[in-house]
């Protein structure tokens, strides 16, 4: 049986119903992200999972415990605040013993194991801090030792990044999935950011209006969404209506059909390209935009707009508005989704 | 520029309150002069005003009776104000509109309006209120109410209080103790200086203890109301006496409270 093990899980605020009926299992030592855009339901989900939000129907399970009724601070869950939520009042040291303070454990032991995570998260020397005296990294770190030192059997974050700037987002988020490598923690982790999902996650639960919407690997979820929605939130996916499709690919669906713009290929003469390459078709180039490593062009094909990502090898090739190429299409890229 | 906006700003500072001290040190060499009638300064000076006023056993009673007043009113203030505070932010925020009304009536109120209305309603009721000091221990309650309130919701809203309060119960403490041991340290300092401020107020009050009480309970300025036929210079020593204590008083506070914001710099 799974790790963790979530039924039928249903929470309601009065008559407005956050999600209804959500089913997941996740194994030992995986790092699973709740991706969705804001309102979505996923920290409410998080919170329900560590009996801070009580739930109204379903069932929870961890190691085939049974802790849907259990209180917080029983369910052996470590948590991470977007806010930090460090004591203002003690030191970082005194943050990291709280947990183990509480299980009235020994001090010497309580020394050595606030030692031991302060080393883990790099914070040696700044134990006898205070949260307002550190960086808004440092203090996220500091959160991160304390929820750690209780050896937790699951870690949730609830965006734990969303106030960091974009630098020390880059380390931090290093940092957290070395770690939990390293532990191998069971960690569930809560984000409306795809590219930080991509990056850190085993797995992605995708969220859409209080429903998981695909659960897969970073590498399923973005090159075959599950439907628009998915198409739309994971990437720049050109969504193509069903009689456009039938016209320029010959596929024939009722559904709209989901192209990747980096799969797009520009014909260059004297190449060969195999079967699954589509027969080129013309299109102009109405604007461009340079994003670094990649240009992003908007190109209309008769009156199909697509947008198409090609790689910025060299400035001499930037295509100019109003210029006109043949477009090859990837047969094997192009799927049908639901709506 | 900002050198001669400086000394512009300490300019104006330093007049201001050179303004508000000319009363207070007039008062203090009255205090201590033998006697002061026909001649620009004094004939002589003398502690003897001091000396009169602290052997005064009846000051002293006086004294006494204002502390224990003020202090039994402001320990009341706490033990009701805290934890009701506590759970309108923590279960039920939505009170704390009500909450906000409800601690602007007393200023609504003229104290001398709420004494009357205060005798009338308790004046034929079954427990003798009127006259005793258990009435003035309730109207207190109700001045310092508004002070303790607003300087404790602003404390609250400046902490993440349920982030901190759902971190503590995931590390394991209770409701309780997360309340003490984090909650209340990090209110400490509005607390002190709300209890600070409130007590130098109420050992300053004068119409609700005439009213209600009067000399029944002679509260220290009650005292100085029944002495104004004597001697001013008596007086003033007792104001300064006062007044003395008041700035002890906020010194104490004011270094308590720094110490115990725990922040070193």
């Known amino acids: 049986m799974s790790y963790v093990l979530a039924s039928q899980l249903t929470k309601r605020f009065g008559d407005n119903t956050v999600f209804e009926k959500i089913n997941f299992s996740i194994e030992k030592g995986e790092f699973i992200t709740l991706l969705g855009p804001s309102g979505c339901g996923k920290s409410t989900l998080l919170r329900s999972l560590a009996g801070l939000n009580p739930i109204d129907g379903g069932e929870i399970h961890i190691e085939n415990e049974d802790l849907t009724h259990t209180l917080p601070r029983d369910r052996g869950i470590g948590m991470v605040f977007q806010s930090y939520a460090l004591f203002p009042n003690m030191t970082v040291a005194e943050n990291i013993a709280f947990g183990l303070k509480m299980k009235k454990l020994s001090s010497v032991f309580i020394q050595s194991e606030v030692e031991r995570v302060i080393e883990l998260v790099e914070l040696g020397g700044k134990e006898q801090q205070y949260p307002d005296q550190l960086s808004g990294g440092q203090r996220q770190r500091v959160a991160l030792a304390r929820a750690l030192v209780v050896k937790p059997r699951i870690l949730l974050l609830d965006e734990p990044l969303s106030a960091l700037d974009a630098k020390i987002r880059k380390r931090l988020r290093q940092q957290i999935r070395s770690i939990q490598k390293e532990l191998n923690l069971t960690t569930i982790f809560v984000t409306h950011d795809q590219e930080e999902a991509m990056i850190m996650s085993d797995r992605i639960f995708l969220m859409n209006q209080g429903e998981i919407v695909q659960k897969g690997t970073p590498e399923e979820i973005y090159t075959q969404p599950a439907n628009e929605f998915v198409a739309g939130f994971m990437g720049h996916y050109n969504l193509v209506e069903s009689h456009k499709a039938k016209q320029l690919f010959n596929i024939h669906t009722d559904n709209k059909v989901a192209i990747r713009p980096e799969s797009i290929y520009v014909r260059e003469a004297g190449r060969h390209y195999g079967s699954h390459i589509s027969a080129p078709q013309i299109g102009i180039i109405k604007e461009h935009q340079v994003l670094g490593n990649v240009i992003r062009y908007r190109v209309a094909i008769d009156d199909c707009d697509l947008t198409v990502d090609l790689l910025n090898r060299s400035s001499e090739r930037l295509l100019a508005a109003g210029q006109s190429l043949e477009l090859l299409f990837n047969l094997n890229e192009i799927q049908p989704v639901s709506a | ?265």
């Open chain 2, 1 to 265: 520029m900002s050198a001669v906006n400086l000394s512009y700003h300490k300019f104006i500072v330093y007049l201001i309150t050179g303004l508000l001290l000319i009363p207070i040190l007039a008062m203090l060499l009255y205090s201590i002069s033998s006697s002061w009638g026909a001649t620009i300064l004094p004939d002589g000076l003398t502690l003897n005003w001091y000396w009169k006023l602290l052997t005064d056993t009846r000051f002293l009673a006086a004294f006494g009776r204002s502390l224990l007043i003020s202090t039994a009113a402001l320990a009341l203030s706490v033990a009701l104000i805290l934890p009701a505070i506590f759970v309108v932010f923590y279960y039920f925020p939505k009170l704390d509109r009500l909450m906000n009304l409800l601690i602007m009536l007393p200023f609504a109120v003229p104290p001398v309006v709420s004494s009357v209305g205060l005798l009338q309603l308790y004046s034929d009721s079954a427990v003798p209120l009127i006259g005793t000091p258990w009435i003035l221990l309730g109207t207190y309650f109700t001045i310092a109410l508004p002070f303790m309130y607003r300087t404790l919701a602003t404390g609250l809203s400046t902490i993440h209080l349920h982030d901190l309060m759902d971190a503590a119960h995931l590390l394991g403490a209770s409701t309780t103790k997360a309340f003490l041991m984090i909650i209340l340290p990090n209110l400490k300092k509005g607390l002190m200086t709300s209890v600070f401020l409130c007590f130098s107020f109420l050992l300053g009050e004068f119409v609700f203890s005439n009213m209600l009480v009067g000399a029944r309970f002679e509260t220290l300025q009650i005292y100085l109301y029944n002495m104004r036929q004597t001697s001013g210079h008596f007086t003033s020593a007792l104001v300064m006496t006062y007044l003395l204590f008041i700035f002890l008083l906020t010194w104490l506070a004011s270094r308590l409270g720094f110490n115990q914001s725990g922040v070193k710099s």
